[in-house]
């Protein structure tokens, strides 16, 4: 009885572990895929969004001889969910996102634009606000919630010794347009944007702003591939950014997108790390958010 009780338990161990390997050996084996999916956070209109990312796309096309597919997302809480089902590929993303969210998915960095990122603070122009601290008791306008410029934007705040929601009320936009838009009408004092959103209202509404104060700069947005994409593919798509020249979009888009004054250091993306952006992760524990 002893025999075959010791050869029923060795034969019900060896199936488990074939069971285990055949599982590895699946995932070990996943095929590489036939086109990429690039996804982008929503910080401008899905409009300006397509015609500033789908280029992009159809350049990386080309160097990597496979189909990239641009998807964009209805609302930053899509996003950030198709971004936790590791949906994309590859994915445009701001720093915050992406020390909260994309590197614990399995996102690598690969380049961010060429310029630093901070928040810019503007009010009408012959407003008698004139710094960030003249601001208490007004409405300051920002992005999303989440949005980098207004992680940035509330820091600088509490650094002027003000504490949203007690010594100003914040407001939440869909994006930086919208927010600029919102100070024109007045219905807000302030609006904290990035400096090339601001730059480029300015030039096609004819509409100059007066600047008040600016936050800390960081790292800017950024490039990033799934640790599913080869190696190989993760240098080309690097590579291919890298020596960009954005040719294929529209010059008034792209000045909405990255400040066209980087071209002088002859990108528009320059190779970042993890570690650039600790910047960040600072920024989110002096907030109390990370």
Do not use: W
């Not at 010791?6 to 069971?19: I, N, V």
């Not at 909260?100 to 310029?115: C, D, I, T």
């Not at 008040?212 to 990033?224: N, R």
């Amino acid at each position: 009885m002893i025999l075959p009780r010791s050869m029923l338990l060795l034969a019900a161990c060896l199936f488990c572990f074939l069971l285990l390997l055949g599982s590895g050996l699946s995932h070990a084996a996943e095929p590489t895929k036939n086109e990429y999916v690039l996804g982008v956070f929503p910080f401008l209109p899905s409009a300006n969004l397509e015609g500033i990312f789908a280029p992009i796309a159809a350049e990386l096309s080309k160097a990597l001889g496979k189909p990239v597919r641009l998807r964009l997302t209805s609302s930053y809480d899509s996003f950030v969910q198709a971004l936790q089902d590791q949906t994309f590929d590859i994915v445009h993303i701001h720093p915050f996102d992406y020390v909260q969210f994309g590197r614990q998915k399995g996102y690598h960095p690969l380049v961010a634009r060429s310029e630093d990122l901070f928040a810019l603070f503007s009010v009408k122009n012959g407003s008698p606000i004139a710094k960030l601290s003249d601001l208490k008791g007004k409405r300051l306008g920002t992005p999303p919630a989440t949005g980098a410029v207004t992680y940035l934007a509330l820091d600088a705040v509490h650094k002027a010794g003000l504490t949203p929601g007690k010594d100003l009320a914040v407001r939440n936009f869909p994006n930086h347009l919208a927010c600029l838009q919102q100070l024109q009408i007045g219905s807000i004092d302030s609006c904290a944007t990035s400096s090339g959103t601001s730059k480029t209202f300015e030039s096609q509404f004819g509409l100059p702003l007066k600047r008040i104060g600016h936050s800390i700069s960081i790292p800017h947005t950024l490039f990033a591939a799934h640790k599913r994409i080869p190696a190989t593919d993760r240098e080309i798509i690097k590579k291919t950014l890298l020596t960009s020249s954005l040719a294929q979009v529209d010059p008034h888009l792209r000045q909405l997108f990255i400040e066209t004054g980087s071209a002088s250091t002859g990108s528009y993306f320059k190779a970042v790390s993890d570690r650039d952006y600790e910047s960040a992760r600072r920024i989110l524990k002096r907030l109390g958010t990370h």
